[in-house]
């Protein structure tokens, strides 16, 4: 690890940690144990970044250690009541957590009616020119939403940055997609120097519509990883390494929806400030 990147690192910690605070109905014991596995795990990793830009991508190791423990600052409620916010660390390899009941259900419902009057056949990236082509790999329908559309998205897009401590400005504009029966994604990168993807759950899926990691490793003892859609959740996964390189048990994909209908909500994220082009 660079000697900037190191004492960066260290100060943004510092400041973090400091503002933390456990609400009274928290287990402590709970807090400090997982703190330590998630820093023992993940704060000493021996990362030479030599462009000092890329300090935002060793950032990316912070998220699960200080989320674990401050998601729950503004509960009134245990973990055991179904409607806090918890974080839950699903896989290893790549690193992605579920973020329990982010989302409300008016805020489900509020991007969902956004979206619909402007709903197209979702695209692809073309590898070569970038633009966004039509592919049969791809069969859902999408919209994005601008960004700060509205006091609900720029709530949402805000909860996103605390969550990921990545600024409001390195993200893309929210895209709202919805998948019927059949519909589906299949496994790909999401590339274009994306450092990190959320992924939030508009809605329940009667069967089908789950996220998959197919080269996922070290959650379980099985390879593979799948995501069971549930409304108000958030996914979050690292497409990048600490070290700037793709992570190749990113891929992921949308099983086929079996039965109903899945609307989700997709926020990219960038280790610099995105240049909107979208809009």
Not at 22 to 42: A, P
């Amino acid at each position: 690890m660079s000697k900037s990147t190191s004492q960066s690192t260290i100060l943004y910690l510092r400041q973090k940690l400091n503002g933390l605070k456990i609400h009274e109905s928290s287990d402590l014991l709970e807090h400090i144990n997982t703190f330590e596995e998630l820093v023992g795990d993940q704060v000493c990793v021996d990362v030479k970044i030599e462009d000092k830009n890329k300090d935002m991508i060793l950032f990316c190791s912070l998220p699960p250690l200080l989320t674990a423990i401050t998601c729950n600052i503004n509960a009134t409620n245990s973990l055991r009541f179904p409607q806090e916010r918890w974080l839950e660390i699903i896989s290893r390899e790549p690193r992605a957590f579920v973020y329990h009941n982010f989302l409300t259900d008016k805020e489900c419902e509020h991007l969902i009616s956004l979206a619909k009057p402007n709903m197209a056949a979702s695209k692809v990236r073309d590898t070569i020119t970038g633009r966004g082509i039509d592919s049969s790999s791809r069969t859902s329908t999408g919209t994005f939403l601008r960004s700060g559309n509205d006091k609900i998205v720029k709530d949402i897009e805000k909860r996103i940055s605390e969550f990921t401590f990545i600024p409001v400005e390195n993200g893309e504009p929210l895209q709202v997609i919805h998948y019927g029966v059949g519909q589906k994604f299949e496994p790909h990168f999401d590339g274009l120097q994306r450092l990190a993807t959320v992924l939030m759950y508009l809605s329940d899926v009667d069967e089908g519509g789950e996220t998959v990691f197919p080269a996922a490793k070290g959650n379980i003892s099985k390879r593979g990883l799948s995501v069971r859609p549930k409304k108000g959740d958030a996914l979050l996964f690292w497409s990048m390494r600490p070290d700037g390189s793709q992570d190749p048990s990113s891929q992921h994909g949308g099983s086929p929806v079996i039965k109903g209908n899945k609307w989700a909500s997709t926020k990219w994220l960038h280790y610099k400030v995105f240049k909107n082009t979208i809009f």
